[in-house]
């Protein structure tokens, strides 16, 4: 849907470079304060167990090895630990994750009109539901549940907080998320594999509602949806 600092600081230095690669000079990396920690924990809870919220989002995915940048756009529901990802553009897929399962939906391209539909469900316990960075820091309280703050950078107009996966979540080398400087929004959050895949999700349009139809995170495959199960 977001403990302890117990690192040496040469993985700050790694996670200083990364980040400075796309701005015009190196910004110092500072210690995560108390105050930090506060703010994280209030946005962990506000996004993963007390608020509905909508958003627009931009997923880019860049892989290390083949040099190869992938864009994709869509939407988010979140609504206390449930998900709606909805991309429409350039296929589209969808992803829904109830209190239990995750389902991954992905539709037939065009020029495949009527090809049944690729499903996947898993568990939300499941490896396959694990390697989904985006669930584990946006639901389940998922962002301290799975992740250790160890360093931060204040920008313009947010702050980015380096972040160290625990064992949880082997799947992942290291973690950044970045917030509004009120620190009531996520903005984007980035994280990378064992290869230096990086996969990034920048939220805008981001609103906080009353409620959100149950009916938003249920889903029934039809009967001739090509389904495989973790």
């Given at each position: 849907?977001?403990r302890?600092?117990?690192?040496?600081?040469?993985?700050?230095?790694?996670?200083s470079?990364?980040?400075?690669?796309?701005s015009?000079?190196?910004?110092?990396?500072k210690?995560?304060?108390?105050?930090?920690?506060?703010?994280?924990?209030?946005?962990?809870?506000?996004?993963?167990?007390d608020?509905?919220?909508?958003?627009e989002?931009?997923?880019?995915?860049?892989?290390?090895?083949?040099?190869?940048?992938?864009?994709?756009?869509g939407?988010?529901?979140?609504?206390?630990?449930?998900?709606?990802?909805?991309?429409?553009?350039?296929?589209?897929?969808?992803?829904?994750v109830?209190?239990?399962?995750?389902?991954?939906?992905?539709?037939p391209?065009?020029e495949?009109?009527?090809?049944?539909?690729?499903?996947i469900?898993?568990?939300l316990?499941s490896?396959?539901?694990?390697?989904?960075g985006?669930?584990?820091m946006?639901?389940?309280?998922g962002?301290f549940?799975?992740?250790n703050?160890v360093?931060?950078?204040?920008?313009?107009?947010?702050?980015?907080?380096?972040m160290q996966p625990?064992?949880t979540?082997?799947d992942?080398?290291?973690?950044q998320?970045?917030?509004?400087l009120a620190?009531?929004?996520?903005?984007?959050?980035?994280?990378?594999d064992?290869?230096?895949?990086?996969?990034?999700?920048?939220?805008?349009?981001?609103?906080?509602?009353?409620?959100?139809?149950?009916?938003?995170f249920?889903?029934?495959?039809?009967?001739?949806?090509?389904?495989?199960v973790?």
């Amino acid at each position: 849907m977001i403990r302890v600092l117990n690192l040496i600081l040469l993985p700050l230095l790694v996670f200083s470079f990364s980040w400075a690669a796309e701005s015009s000079k190196p910004q110092k990396v500072k210690a995560v304060t108390a105050k930090d920690k506060r703010i994280l924990k209030r946005l962990d809870k506000s996004y993963s167990l007390d608020s509905n919220v909508l958003m627009e989002v931009k997923k880019t995915l860049r892989q290390n090895l083949l040099g190869r940048e992938t864009q994709s756009s869509g939407d988010v529901i979140l609504s206390k630990g449930r998900l709606r990802l909805n991309f429409t553009k350039p296929d589209k897929t969808l992803v829904i994750v109830d209190k239990k399962t995750m389902w991954i939906v992905n539709y037939p391209p065009a020029e495949f009109e009527g090809a049944p539909l690729q499903v996947i469900q898993a568990k939300l316990n499941s490896k396959k539901s694990r390697s989904q960075g985006l669930i584990q820091m946006l639901t389940k309280g998922g962002i301290f549940k799975h992740f250790n703050p160890v360093g931060a950078i204040r920008e313009a107009d947010r702050m980015v907080f380096f972040m160290q996966p625990k064992k949880t979540t082997n799947d992942f080398k290291r973690a950044q998320i970045s917030v509004d400087l009120a620190g009531k929004k996520i903005l984007r959050l980035s994280y990378w594999d064992d290869l230096d895949n990086e996969t990034i999700y920048d939220f805008s349009n981001i609103r906080f509602v009353g409620s959100v139809k149950p009916s938003q995170f249920e889903f029934t495959p039809p009967a001739d949806a090509d389904i495989t199960v973790y």
